[in-house]
Structure formats: C-alpha cells, structure tokens
C-alpha cells in the first residue's frame, strides 16, 4: 500500500505527539509498504511564512484546506493522521491517533478557546468514520466513556521509549541506588499532572516501605510492531474492498463465468454481450478466449443466448421483475436535453435500471452525477426544481451526486457497490467519468477484467470555490428537510448528506442482494465441488478395478 503520513509535528518542539510519530515512523517504513510523508513546514499557506515551526494557524490551514489534495495527488491509497484530526475533504480509508482527552476531562488546563477547537475537530473527525487508535488502554476507555465509541472499535498501538530493554532501565536506575530515589515514569504536562501525581504518590510509597516493585516494561518496538500490524491489515481491507459477507472466490475461469451469470440472474437482467467481459468475477480472462467459454457453457445448457443478451438459463424467474411500463420517448429527450445543457455538471451516466435494462425498457431514468466542484447542492436543486415543474419526479431518478472534489467511494467496500460502479455508462463526459473509475482502483479486487483509462480530464477550476458557501448553506437545508431519514439509515449508509456527497437509496436492495447472493453462490459452489468429487471417486474406482 501507499500511507500516507501526515508528520507537521515533527518539526515541533519535543512533545509526547512528536516522541510517538517518530516510533510509528520507525515502524511503519519497516513494513514493505511505500510511506509518503506530508508537512506543512517549509511552504508557503495563503501568503503566511513557515518560519514559525509551530505556527497553530499554518497547521489548521494545511490539514483543511491542503493536505486532502496533496494525498489524493500523491496516489496515498489510505492515510494515517498522529495528531487527532483528518482533513474534511479527505475521504479515502484513514485512521486517526487520539492520544488523550484531557481537554475534555480536565478543560480548566486549557483555554476555553483551545477546548472548543479541539472538541469540534475531533467531533467533526470522528463523523467521517476513521480507524481510531488509541496510544494507551487508558486513552482507549476515555474515548468510549467521552466520545461514545465502541471499546471493540478502537485499536490500541503504543509508542516505546528509546530505553527499550529491562536492563537498560535498571542500569540508569542504580545510580542512585545508595539513596532513595524517584523514577522517572514520564514527561509530566500540565494536563496530565493530577494522573502522574497520583502514580508517583503510589510509587514513592513502595520505594520508601521498601516493597518489592516488578519492573515490567510494557512498551517496546516488538509491542508496536504487532499492534501496528492489525492496524495495517484493517487499512488494506478497506483499500481493496474486503467485505464481511463470505463468498468463496471462483477458482476457475468457467467457474468465474458461472458466478458472474448467477449474480446477473438476480436482476432478472442478462448481462449484453458487450459488458460482459468487464463484468467478469474474480478471474481474468482474455478477451480472445472468451467465446470459447461461453460456447463451452452454452452447449452445457448452463446458459442462453437471447439477441445482445446472455442469460442464465434457469435465472429468468429471478429475484427481482422488470416494470411493463415504459417512459415516454418524447418526455425522456426532454429530460437528457435539460441535464446536458445545466451547468456546472461535469458528467452523467447511466446507473442502476437503466444500465441493466437499457433506456427502452425501464420505467424511469436512473442517472449517477458528477458536479463541479462545491456546486453539488445547487445542481440538485436546480434538477429537483425542474422534476416538479414538469411533473417528471417518477420518472427522473437522479439519487446519487458527487463533487469532482471527492471521487472516490469510501463506503460500502463490497462487490455491490464495485459492480454498481462498473456498470456505469457515460452519457456525457467519458472523461470525467474515467477519472472517477480511477479514483475507485479498488473494483479491480472484486472485477479484474475491468480497464481503468488514463484518459482523464484536467481538475476543474479554483473559480469554483466562490460556490463553497452556498453549497453548505443548501446542505444545511437539504440535512434538515432529511433529519428523519438520515437518522433511520444512519447505520447502513443509504442516505448520505455531506459536503461532496448526495446518496438517497431509501429503497436500496443492496443487503438483500448480498445475502441473495451469498446463499446463492454457495448452495452452487457446494453442489459443483460435490459433483466433482463423485467424478474424481469415480475415477479413482475405475482405476482400481
């Protein structure tokens, strides 16, 4: 993988944050992945000076406003943030470090300012759904008692003194050992200073009663170096798209084939020839031998050709039924006239029904959106306005819209959302819709036929930023007239209303499907290795006799 790190800290002075980014440093470039280290010392933020190594002001500004783009430029496929904030716009797989909650805890250390800064930032963090690691089983049980995070949840990785071994400590600790002596347990801050009293209170009571202390260091490399490493498999699995659901791969290529005509079967859809290829499960197969093994399944009875279209022979009663309505022509040219002429859309393409369908044989047009950037809620405004106007709600099914600021999908890594993204097809800038498949690498994990294009467009202009304020102004409108919505599907991701996302599936299939799915795939990949079996016992009986 390539992390990304955010390491603005280090050019601190010596803190508890800084001590603890150089050991995940140490550990992390010890790995076999590629560590990409971003800063805002040494540049030059909206005209102020990097002088000031520890400049609040230059670091808010970087992680807001900067630091996404650098990572997405960067080709980060995650990024880990060590200092308790992410930036808003960032929105690939990231964990965050939380290493202790004293300004909430104990907010008479600090200033009003200070603890209203850090309680909105880390709320506001936590809402786009981070890995969360704690540096202590402390930390961790402070961030489920005041955050409300679950304890299963949260991942412990603990930083190391550069002392790391038993004898090391008893060594610096004999030089005084004709006298008594405190030990040093820690760097003593002001927000901590009641717990670190309390433990050298605790800890001079043993030394001056002369009781017998087991000196046990519980943090080292080897400590990090294991705890790091479930942090770094969590990652992985949300960069390439591991789901929960339990669907064993297709080891073959017809077996590939199979799979991918079994999950078509559900939409009662067929797949066109023509996307077939793409569309293919788990495998890769050269598109030279790929009518081999079509006519291969075809003279098995496994499948039926019908015009454009491949089915599974059995799957035409499937799971879900085609509408006998149909749109009106005249009333569907209208519509895609007034998309392609409104501005500030970058692209549109055909999604959901209407992909598996085709235009003619669906009851309404499902269409996926990619604004200009910040112009997102103005779009759907506009559109929204137009549907009622000309009576085209039924009919015009735009519930999916992003901003070209955040292409990438961070949510729902399975082989659903994967395919729904596949089966998008450009009605209106190809370009731009190759740059958002370039932003989704991780389909490739679930369909490896599918090709991601280079040919991809310029970012849009930094003019569009003037459009930042009424973009939230419209969101916070559109949050509220969903309020209810968004708390019932809080959970599942169906409804989503943020700065560079509109998602409005109320009626999405995708858990019935994956279980469909899942029961479906098996009860087959069962029957076929049982099948195989009998005809290897078989052969293994005519070899005998």
């Not at 050269?286 to 491949?310: R, T």
């Not at 039924?321 to 519509?335: E, G, T, V």
């Amino acid at each position: 993988m390539r992390i990304g790190i955010e390491v603005s800290t280090l050019g601190n002075r010596t803190t508890g944050t800084n001590r603890y980014l150089s050991c995940l440093l140490e550990q992390l470039e010890g790995t076999e992945n590629t560590i990409i280290k971003l800063s805002s010392y040494g540049k030059n933020i909206f005209g102020l000076s990097s002088g000031k190594k520890d400049s609040s002001l230059q670091k808010h500004l970087y992680r807001n406003f900067l630091l996404a783009n650098e990572l997405v430029e960067s080709n980060a496929d995650c990024a880990i943030f060590p200092d308790y904030f992410m930036p808003p716009a960032y929105k690939r797989p990231s964990a965050i470090v939380i290493h202790d909650l004293s300004f909430i805890s104990h907010p008479h250390f600090y200033s009003q300012r200070f603890v209203k800064y850090y309680n909105y930032q880390v709320k506001q963090t936590l809402k786009q759904n981070p890995v969360i690691i704690a540096v202590s089983e402390h930390t961790r049980k402070n961030i489920t008692k005041l955050l409300g995070v679950r304890k299963e949840d949260i991942l412990i990785v603990q930083g190391y003194s550069k002392i790391n071994t038993r004898q090391q400590h008893i060594k610096e600790l004999r030089i005084l050992n004709e006298k008594p002596y405190l030990l040093y347990v820690g760097h003593i801050e002001p927000a901590d200073t009641s717990d670190y009293i309390t433990g050298l209170e605790k800890l001079f009571e043993k030394v001056t009663t002369e009781h017998k202390i087991n000196y046990d260091i519980n943090y080292s490399p080897k400590i990090m170096e294991e705890q790091l490493s479930v942090l770094l498999n969590k990652l992985e699995g949300k960069v390439k798209g591991i789901f929960d659901a339990n669907i064993p791969k297709a080891k073959t290529k017809v077996e590939a084939l199979e799979k991918t005509f079994i999950y078509s079967s559900l939409f009662n859809a067929g797949i066109r020839k023509e996307n077939l290829h793409k569309q293919i499960f788990d495998v890769q197969i050269d598109m030279n031998e790929l009518q081999k093994f079509i006519n291969l399944l075809s003279l098995q009875g496994i499948i039926k050709e019908d015009g454009d279209l491949i089915y599974l022979d059995k799957g035409k009663d499937g799971y879900y039924k085609r509408s006998s309505k149909r749109i009106d022509k005249a009333k569907l040219i209208n519509i895609l006239n007034f998309l392609n002429w409104m501005p500030f859309i970058s692209c549109i393409a055909f999604s959901g029904g209407t992909t598996h369908y085709g235009l003619e044989n669906h009851d309404d047009i499902d269409l996926f959106i990619i604004t200009k950037p910040y112009a997102l809620y103005l779009v759907y405004l506009i559109i929204h306005v137009y549907s009622i106007l000309t009576d085209s709600r039924k009919e015009l099914c735009v519930n999916y819209l992003i901003d070209e600021n955040d292409l990438h999908i961070n949510h729902s890594y399975d082989f659903y959302t994967a395919h729904q993204i596949i089966s998008l097809t450009a009605y209106k800038n190809y370009r731009m819709l190759n740059k958002f498949f370039k932003a989704n690498e991780w389909v490739i994990n679930y369909y490896p036929n599918f090709n991601l294009s280079d040919d991809i467009p310029q970012s849009s202009s930094f003019f569009y930023y003037l459009l930042k304020p009424a973009n939230k102004f419209l969101m916070l409108i559109y949050r509220k007239m969903y309020r209810n919505k968004l708390q019932l599907f809080k959970t599942t991701n169906s409804i989503l209303l943020t700065e560079h996302t509109i998602k409005l599936h109320t009626n999405e299939h995708r858990f019935k499907i994956i279980k469909e799915f899942e029961n479906t795939w098996k009860k087959y990949y069962r029957e076929n290795n049982i099948i195989h079996l009998q005809k290897v016992n078989e052969r293994i009986k005519i070899a005998a006799s």
